[in-house]
């Protein structure tokens, strides 16, 4: 293998690890690997993760690149879940488990803080944000609550995607765009909110515990000899700021501007799109995040998407190969059968008590294929209600930039052209925010901001995976659509807390 100058981009998801080296001077990736991770995760909603299970993982990834390709990397970035509480101590240990974004054990914290700001209205109009479950802010209470002894040596809150940057370098920061999704950040001004902290904590000031904020073209700091040492990469050179995966993801899938959508089929499931100024949901349904590119980027996130599909799919014993001709085989609306895709509680909407469901089962139509076509749709609704939202909000979607483990599936891209009444496509490099992340590592290097004019040239579509929506089959799936948001509107009062 021969190439001059890479970037490397790293995006650590909930499942695995991944690595990505992009040839940016003839526009290619040229290798990629990951390394899967585990998860410790009951029926009580605890989701979490050791951070140096992390470190691991991305060391395994990269051992498995050439060596001369490691050497070739001229700077780096990290992509990260977003909303993990990474809990250090003045020496930089980590002093607890990584609660997850999906842990759902804290939405009694989420309470406490939004009563003692006044209510949910009040931490709308002073934050820009509900603090929802899931959100660092409420792991923070929690760890305040139940290790007072671990919360005392508390020196500073770090992100996911932070922590990595952290190991790398030996600095800790966090930018915009990650750090809107802890709660804590006044969305408005860019500026911690003091409110939210003393919510949290009134004893102490948490702003000492919060590292500098850093703009999307600052550096987050250099390969540390350390670090060079254990990853083979080459000493001092620049790590950008990173950020949080969707905010990488909408620079992987040049949602850089007004007028695209974004929809990630992940392990959760995501719509989001840019805007030119902070857009508030007084609902609460749409989070209105800042992007890591100096705007704002409005996003609803659901806790179950291929969780779903996975779940189904394994229940029924089928190959991932024969997922799409099983999808296929069964007809628009699953004959009936719907499926409300809250398998780990669920945050769109705000039930994180809830279980899945699925109804209007009956003699004729529970077959497999209605089973897994079922969980495909529900998955899809529950998006379709974010693109609406956006839609209420003044963001429309004409386009959808589609990416995601579940983008794989052609049937499943069609589902989404109709459901949403889009049309769909898919980037030729879809590797998300893996991508976006190398991306951002190439703007960092010409001292550029990651715009759609300076990326332009890294930007294809794959014309034979995009698809338009049918009209006859959006007209089905309106009526399909109907029933499943009525389903959700009659079962919810059954999760909310009594």
Not at 115 to 130: A, I, P, T
Not at 252 to 267: A, D, F, Y
Not at 420 to 440: D, K, T
Request: glycine content about 8%; aromatic content about 8%; some cysteine.
């Amino acid at each position: 293998m021969s190439v001059s100058h890479t970037t490397l981009g790293i995006d650590l998801g909930t499942q695995s690890i991944k690595i990505l080296f992009y040839d940016y001077e003839n526009r290619k990736t040229v290798f990629s690997s990951s390394s899967e991770l585990d998860l410790d995760q009951d029926a009580s909603g605890k989701a979490e993760q050791q951070a140096d299970w992390w470190i691991d993982a991305l060391l395994s990834a990269l051992e498995e690149a050439p060596t001369e390709l490691k050497e070739s990397v001229r700077a780096l970035s990290v992509s990260g879940q977003q909303h993990g509480f990474v809990a250090l101590d003045r020496s930089g240990n980590v002093l607890a488990p990584v609660k997850l974004w999906c842990d759902t054990t804290t939405q009694r914290e989420c309470s406490e803080i939004m009563n003692r700001m006044g209510g949910e209205d009040s931490c709308l109009e002073l934050s820009g944000n509900k603090i929802l479950v899931g959100f660092t802010a409420s792991k923070v209470l929690a760890l305040k609550k139940s290790q007072p002894e671990v919360y005392q040596q508390l020196d500073t809150i770090l992100l996911p995607h932070d922590y990595l940057n952290f190991w790398l370098s030996g600095e800790r920061s966090m930018e915009f765009g990650d750090a809107s999704g802890t709660g804590f950040l006044n969305i408005h001004t860019r500026e911690w909110s003091s409110d939210v902290l003393y919510a949290i904590d009134s004893e102490r000031d948490l702003k000492d515990c919060l590292p500098p904020l850093l703009d999307s073209t600052d550096l987050a700091g250099k390969l540390s000899e350390t670090a060079a040492q254990q990853t083979g990469l080459t000493a001092g050179i620049p790590i950008a700021v990173g950020g949080g995966d969707n905010m990488m993801g909408a620079i992987g899938t040049g949602n850089l501007s007004v007028g695209r959508t974004t929809i990630s089929l992940g392990t959760s499931g995501t719509a989001y799109a840019y805007a030119d100024h902070p857009v508030i949901d007084d609902a609460g349904n749409i989070s209105a995040f800042c992007s890591s590119t100096g705007g704002w980027m409005p996003l609803l996130c659901t806790m179950n998407c291929t969780v779903t599909t996975e779940l189904a799919r394994k229940l029924l014993n089928l190959e991932i190969a024969d997922f799409d001709n099983a999808l296929n085989q069964a007809e628009i609306g699953s004959s009936g059968i719907i499926t409300l895709p809250f398998f780990n509680g669920e945050r769109t909407p705000n039930l994180p008590n809830a279980k899945g469901c699925i109804i209007g089962l009956d003699s004729n139509n529970m077959t497999p294929e209605n089973l897994l076509r079922s969980a495909v749709e529900g998955a899809s609704f529950a998006l379709k209600f974010g693109v609406d939202e956006l839609a209420r909000l003044g963001v429309k979607t004409e386009q959808i930039v589609l990416t995601g483990g579940g983008s794989n599936s052609p049937a499943w891209r069609q589902i989404i052209a109709d459901v949403m009444n889009a049309e769909v496509l898919i980037m030729r490099n879809n590797e998300g925010a893996a991508f976006g992340a190398a991306l951002q590592a190439f703007a960092t290097l010409n001292s550029a901001a990651c715009t759609r004019e300076f990326l332009a040239d890294h930007y294809e579509f794959d014309e034979s995976k995009g698809c338009k929506p049918r009209p006859e089959n959006v007209a089905a799936y309106s009526s399909a659509y109907r029933g499943y948001s009525a389903a959700v509107k009659q079962v919810s009062p059954f999760f909310r807390p009594t």
